[in-house]
């Protein structure tokens, strides 16, 4: 990080939001709002197919009107973003998919997220055989093949939502681990550790009172970007056919749908989910490395 | 020198031992029922034990571990060097690999020189133009390209490139399905065609490889610009650079000095990405129909084959072991403080 740059982020006033940041929780609201609110703004049942096979979308022509009538005509909604091959609307699926791919990272994360903080702290506060021997199996794990471990636990233990939060749970944790561990060890070291054995408080006081909330930060900020990566590792084992099951709602899936269509010109089924994922997932990247900016020291 | 490298080909080989042992048991241990996917759900009860008689998977896991290791009468064992053959070929698991091995690291290695000599010159400049237009947009360019996901964009480029302008060929492999390809000497197209001396080839797959190639290469340089920017500007702010420009040294001079300095985590992250392409292949090979080392995975994964997984994973993990290792040394070699 330049010095210069850090210095004129930390003369900032902390109260107001920098452009950077503005941009990132627009970007990061507007996906999790679609999945709290996608059955009051969904216009089809993401489910329902029809008879109204690979629609395209209304072209920027016909939009005006389509939208004066659907708001003051009581005309149908059309085919926001068209319809795929089984006539079903892309536009309420997109939204559905925020809902599934949210919901998987999310979970996930919180998993791991407990996890690798728990053992983390105790690995960095305590220093003895067992807190060796989990440190050295977080680093095997860390070595592992993400793509490839997370395809073969899902694909075998049955492809089930469950099934990918646990296998990117165990797959994450580590990352969470690592930066506890590595934090907890400088706060330990610190002068009012000392001083808090020195007047007499347990260990276990310690560890929940000073070193636990002084070695959250890193982990705190590696969520947002752990959050990414559990999105596009979701969509990408759709993307393959080794993640949720069709007909599920899902932007990865939606993408390889689409894909067969695509060469044929029906852009449509691909590039919208397309567009929501790539949106989503640069969002959590520039949150997390807003937040760095943020709180770095 | 030699101890630096020793000490770590053993660690390495530490740790493929324990992901072998790991692998081989989990996938044991996860509720699949590859006799079932073998033989189909509607097979009789003796079909059923004859499959799993021939699979092995009727002995106890430790003796299947013992098989899978050191071999039997039939077959050799892992200390033959050998992996076992596949459930759905019948082949030795070591004949795929090296069958899809090269697809892979054709456009990996591809990718990463495009987008590494792309990158760092990028980076730089980003990182010498402080508080400029260069500095933010080589900074959100980072950021962005390196959060996306390659599925997505192979879709848009294909639809943009192929679709609506025509320049592109179709996603259909690495060379076009009705020319004959090269005799494969590495396996490698690109290579073969040179070898075999055929410009014509060589072109048309790297016509056929330009898509793929465009979309991870878009992909890698963000991480790596991000890298290269953050690490010069720091280094330019290191006391001999600074002598430098009190001295009065030109700006290439000390962008060229930082960018030394700024080498070794450039590295290290150039390994780490490319130890996530190798696993991370299945997504773009799939979309472009490029019979690699990903795609055996997946057909592996989906067909629960597990002597093919093990070995795949055996193969992509020692590779990437490989890659850090030699990383260590070259960031050794030029650093002589890391020679511990």
Redesign the interface.
């Given at each position: 990080?330049?010095?210069?740059?850090t210095a004129e982020g930390s003369s900032r006033d902390p109260t107001t939001l920098t452009r950077m940041e503005a941009v990132a929780i627009v970007l990061t609201a507007v996906p999790i709002l679609c999945a709290i609110f996608a059955p009051v703004i969904a216009t089809f049942d993401p489910l329902a197919v029809s008879d109204a096979v690979s629609q395209p979308p209304p072209t920027l022509r016909e939009l005006p009107s389509l939208i004066w009538g659907v708001l003051f005509e009581q005309m149908p909604a059309p085919h926001w973003f068209g319809s795929d091959s089984s006539g079903m609307d892309v536009f309420s699926r997109t939204l559905y998919a925020a809902r599934v791919d949210l919901v998987i990272a999310f979970s996930a994360n919180i998993l791991s997220f407990i996890v690798g903080v728990t053992l983390g702290v105790v690995c960095g506060f305590r220093s003895n055989l067992a807190t060796e021997f989990i440190a050295r199996i977080a680093d095997?794990v860390q070595?592992?093949?993400?793509?490839?471990?997370a395809?073969?636990?899902v694909?075998?233990?049955?492809r089930t939502w469950g099934n990918i939060i646990f296998a990117m749970s165990l797959l994450y944790a580590p990352i969470y681990l690592r930066l506890t561990r590595t934090e907890a060890l400088k706060v330990k070291a610190r002068g009012f550790i000392e001083a808090s054995t020195a007047m007499g408080n347990r260990p276990i006081r310690i560890l929940y009172l000073h070193i636990l909330p002084n070695s959250l930060g890193p982990a705190l900020i590696q969520f947002s970007v752990t959050i990414?990566f559990a999105i596009?590792l979701t969509?990408?084992l759709s993307?393959?056919?080794?993640g949720v099951n069709p007909p599920t709602p899902e932007w990865?899936a939606m993408?390889?749908q689409?894909?067969t269509q695509?060469?044929l010109?029906d852009?449509w089924v691909?590039?919208f989910?397309?567009i929501a994922?790539?949106l989503t997932?640069?969002g959590?990247?520039?949150a997390g490395?807003a937040l760095e900016r943020r709180f770095e020291t | 020198m030699t101890k630096f490298v020793l000490k770590r080909l053993g660690v390495g080989l530490i740790q493929i031992v324990s992901l072998m042992v790991l692998v081989f048991f989990l996938i044991r241990l996860l509720p699949a029922d590859p006799v079932a996917r073998f033989v189909g759900l509607n097979a009789s009860a003796e079909a059923y034990a004859q499959a799993e008689i021939a699979l092995g998977l009727d002995k106890p896991v430790l003796e299947q571990f013992k098989i899978y290791l050191l071999g039997d009468e039939q077959t050799d064992g892992l200390i033959h060097g050998s992996l076992g053959n596949s459930w759905i070929s019948g082949s030795p698991v070591l004949y795929h690999i090296g069958l899809t091995l090269p697809a892979t690291l054709e456009l990996i290695l591809l990718s990463f020189l495009i987008s590494v000599s792309l990158a760092i010159p990028i980076g730089v400049a980003g990182a010498t133009s402080p508080n400029g237009a260069v500095n933010k947009g080589t900074l959100i360019y980072g950021l962005f390209a390196g959060s996306q996901p390659e599925f997505s964009w192979g879709t848009i480029f294909i639809f943009l490139f192929f679709v609506v302008l025509g320049v592109a060929p179709g996603p259909l492999g690495r060379i076009s399905p009705l020319t004959e390809p090269p005799d494969p000497v590495s396996g490698m197209i690109v290579v073969d065609s040179l070898i075999a001396g055929r410009a014509d080839l060589l072109l048309e797959s790297l016509w056929y490889l330009s898509l793929p190639v465009l979309t991870l290469s878009f992909v890698l340089t963000g991480p790596i610009i991000k890298m290269v920017r953050e690490n010069v500007s720091q280094s330019m702010s290191l006391g001999f650079i600074q002598y430098g420009e009190a001295v009065g040294l030109s700006k290439k001079m000390l962008a060229s000095d930082s960018l030394l300095a700024a080498v070794a985590p450039t590295l290290t992250l150039i390994g780490i990405l490319f130890s996530f392409m190798l696993g991370g292949a299945v997504l773009i090979e799939s979309m472009f129909s490029i019979n690699g080392l990903g795609q055996f995975s997946l057909q592996s994964v989906l067909a629960m084959d597990y002597p093919a997984i093990q070995g795949v994973v055996i193969v992509i993990s020692s590779l990437t072991l490989l890659v850090y290792l030699l990383l260590d040394v070259a960031q050794a070699l030029l650093d002589p403080r890391l020679r511990a």
């Amino acid at each position: 990080m330049n010095r210069a740059m850090t210095a004129e982020g930390s003369s900032r006033d902390p109260t107001t939001l920098t452009r950077m940041e503005a941009v990132a929780i627009v970007l990061t609201a507007v996906p999790i709002l679609c999945a709290i609110f996608a059955p009051v703004i969904a216009t089809f049942d993401p489910l329902a197919v029809s008879d109204a096979v690979s629609q395209p979308p209304p072209t920027l022509r016909e939009l005006p009107s389509l939208i004066w009538g659907v708001l003051f005509e009581q005309m149908p909604a059309p085919h926001w973003f068209g319809s795929d091959s089984s006539g079903m609307d892309v536009f309420s699926r997109t939204l559905y998919a925020a809902r599934v791919d949210l919901v998987i990272a999310f979970s996930a994360n919180i998993l791991s997220f407990i996890v690798g903080v728990t053992l983390g702290v105790v690995c960095g506060f305590r220093s003895n055989l067992a807190t060796e021997f989990i440190a050295r199996i977080a680093d095997l794990v860390q070595s592992f093949p993400v793509f490839i471990t997370a395809m073969i636990l899902v694909a075998l233990a049955g492809r089930t939502w469950g099934n990918i939060i646990f296998a990117m749970s165990l797959l994450y944790a580590p990352i969470y681990l690592r930066l506890t561990r590595t934090e907890a060890l400088k706060v330990k070291a610190r002068g009012f550790i000392e001083a808090s054995t020195a007047m007499g408080n347990r260990p276990i006081r310690i560890l929940y009172l000073h070193i636990l909330p002084n070695s959250l930060g890193p982990a705190l900020i590696q969520f947002s970007v752990t959050i990414g990566f559990a999105i596009l590792l979701t969509a990408g084992l759709s993307f393959v056919g080794a993640g949720v099951n069709p007909p599920t709602p899902e932007w990865g899936a939606m993408i390889a749908q689409g894909s067969t269509q695509l060469v044929l010109g029906d852009w449509w089924v691909s590039i919208f989910p397309g567009i929501a994922i790539s949106l989503t997932v640069f969002g959590f990247a520039l949150a997390g490395y807003a937040l760095e900016r943020r709180f770095e020291t | 020198m030699t101890k630096f490298v020793l000490k770590r080909l053993g660690v390495g080989l530490i740790q493929i031992v324990s992901l072998m042992v790991l692998v081989f048991f989990l996938i044991r241990l996860l509720p699949a029922d590859p006799v079932a996917r073998f033989v189909g759900l509607n097979a009789s009860a003796e079909a059923y034990a004859q499959a799993e008689i021939a699979l092995g998977l009727d002995k106890p896991v430790l003796e299947q571990f013992k098989i899978y290791l050191l071999g039997d009468e039939q077959t050799d064992g892992l200390i033959h060097g050998s992996l076992g053959n596949s459930w759905i070929s019948g082949s030795p698991v070591l004949y795929h690999i090296g069958l899809t091995l090269p697809a892979t690291l054709e456009l990996i290695l591809l990718s990463f020189l495009i987008s590494v000599s792309l990158a760092i010159p990028i980076g730089v400049a980003g990182a010498t133009s402080p508080n400029g237009a260069v500095n933010k947009g080589t900074l959100i360019y980072g950021l962005f390209a390196g959060s996306q996901p390659e599925f997505s964009w192979g879709t848009i480029f294909i639809f943009l490139f192929f679709v609506v302008l025509g320049v592109a060929p179709g996603p259909l492999g690495r060379i076009s399905p009705l020319t004959e390809p090269p005799d494969p000497v590495s396996g490698m197209i690109v290579v073969d065609s040179l070898i075999a001396g055929r410009a014509d080839l060589l072109l048309e797959s790297l016509w056929y490889l330009s898509l793929p190639v465009l979309t991870l290469s878009f992909v890698l340089t963000g991480p790596i610009i991000k890298m290269v920017r953050e690490n010069v500007s720091q280094s330019m702010s290191l006391g001999f650079i600074q002598y430098g420009e009190a001295v009065g040294l030109s700006k290439k001079m000390l962008a060229s000095d930082s960018l030394l300095a700024a080498v070794a985590p450039t590295l290290t992250l150039i390994g780490i990405l490319f130890s996530f392409m190798l696993g991370g292949a299945v997504l773009i090979e799939s979309m472009f129909s490029i019979n690699g080392l990903g795609q055996f995975s997946l057909q592996s994964v989906l067909a629960m084959d597990y002597p093919a997984i093990q070995g795949v994973v055996i193969v992509i993990s020692s590779l990437t072991l490989l890659v850090y290792l030699l990383l260590d040394v070259a960031q050794a070699l030029l650093d002589p403080r890391l020679r511990a």
